[in-house]
């Protein structure tokens, strides 16, 4: 009996190895470590933004817990790579050139990190396609938590925080029998005038709270609705915990003096900081649990109806 004959197969997209499919993702890697490269002088110079090297190794843990269960790979050139690809090399050599002639400044930052996200997003779809950008955009994209805000977005945010923290701290204290007067962001008192400042405007526990729950809701939470109620729910708890510093301040200010403020400034920073992390931990529990309760609890039969 003659011997069929053999037809070599193609090995299927899911045969890749991990360095061959590293090596195709290489583009992106370059991409968002030279974006780190140039956030990394406000890293170090700006306290608020200090975090931003602890960024670095969360974007990092993602990607390596999306890549444990990552699609097969497809290696084809579509439209959508092609179309990102070369829109974000454009805007890399727009905003290269605007950086070179003003300097390094938020704003130019933000355009190029918009370039790096869309020359990842056109190596993702290229290597793994749109099953790859779901997978892999979000860890990528974590590191734009610890970017510096533009001048005209960081005023409006910083601004707006602290009249409606001042605002409220105002009417709360009304209610509960103490005369005070609010004047921009300053709280008049009998005993003297309370600033709201940026540091107690709370964007520093707010940015916090922005990527706890990111973090947390990304790793733990597979609806994106539940992840969307903790994103919003640890911002109103960060927003509560720094109105309830602000009153509390203001209330020893009134009994005690405004020199009171300086001896119960940090244990109340400190207090905050526990109160919302212990919140989104609480929150992020209660959905994990809502969410096993979903996943256990029996769907209706379609064929009933």
């Avoid at 959508?80 to 300097?103: D, E, K, M, R």
């Avoid at 916090?208 to 729910?233: H, N």
Wanted: glycine fraction near 8%; hydrophobic fraction near 55%.
């Amino acid at each position: 009996m003659a011997s069929e004959s053999k037809v070599p197969m193609q090995a299927p997209p899911d045969s890749y190895s991990e360095r061959s499919l590293c090596l195709q993702l290489l583009p992106s890697f370059i991409a968002l470590a030279w974006l780190a490269a140039k956030a990394s002088w406000f890293w170090n110079h700006q306290p608020d933004l200090s975090f931003g090297w602890i960024v670095i190794f969360l974007c990092v843990f993602l990607f390596w817990e999306s890549w444990q269960v990552r699609p097969s790979a497809t290696l084809k050139v579509g439209w959508p790579s092609v179309s990102c690809g070369i829109a974000g090399i454009g805007l890399l050599f727009t905003f290269q050139i605007y950086q070179a002639a003003f300097g390094l400044k938020p704003a130019a930052l933000v355009g190029l990190a918009l370039a790096v996200m869309l020359v990842v997003t056109a190596n993702l779809h290229y290597v793994f396609g749109w099953k790859g950008i779901m997978k892999f955009l979000f860890p990528y994209a974590f590191i734009l938590i610890a970017l510096p805000m533009p001048s005209v977005v960081h005023g409006f945010v910083v601004n707006g925080l602290q009249h409606q923290i001042a605002f409220a701290t105002v009417e709360i204290l009304e209610v509960i029998g103490i005369p005070a007067d609010l004047a921009g962001s300053v709280i008049h008192l009998s005993s003297g005038p309370v600033g709201v400042d940026e540091a107690c405007s709370g964007i520093r526990s707010l940015q916090s709270t922005v990527m706890a729950t990111l973090f947390i809701g990304f790793l733990m939470l597979k609806e994106l609705g539940l992840r969307i109620l903790l994103f919003f729910a640890g911002i109103a708890l960060a927003v509560f915990g720094n109105l309830m510093r602000v009153l509390f301040l203001s209330y020893q200010a009134h009994h005690h003096g405004i020199e009171s403020i300086d001896a119960n400034h940090d244990a109340a920073g400190w207090f905050i900081l526990l109160f919302t992390i212990g919140g989104v931990a609480l929150l992020s529990w209660l959905l994990g649990k809502l969410q096993r309760a979903m996943e256990a609890s029996p769907r209706p039969d379609p064929s009933r109806y």
